[in-house]
Structures are given as structure tokens and as C-alpha cells.
């Protein structure tokens, strides 16, 4: 019935929290900038690193198994 004023989603940037409007255009959605976009994929990237296939503990003690 009053669907003539449609907005456009505003989201806001997963890394900084600015909201910006989603718009098809914008190559860096959901980022609000290519620095914000590069952000998050080095943070995943680092989390990724972070989560090995074994705990932390497997790595410690094999370290110390070397130095006994
Ligand atoms: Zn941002």
C-alpha cells in the first residue's frame, strides 16, 4: 500500500561500528572503507593462526619433550 518510500538498509561496520548505508555500489559492504575491510581480514586471518588443530597444552609439552 505505502511502499513508495523505500530506504536502503543502514548497517553498521563490522570492524569500526559506523553505520553505513548498504548500498550495491559500495565495493567495501559491509565495510564503511577498504582500511576497515583490510582490518577484519587480518583479524580473521590472526584468529585463524589462533585456533590450531591441537590446545596449547599438546604444543607446550612437546616443546619441553624436546628440551628433556
Ligand atoms: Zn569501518
Redesign the pocket.
Known sequence: MNNSTKKPPVVP??????E?VWDTSNSYRP???A???N?DLVAWANEDHAIPGQPLEDVFSEDLDRNY
Open positions: 561496520c563490522p570492524n569500526c561500528g559506523t553505513l565495510f564503511c572503507s582500511s576497515c575491510k582490518n
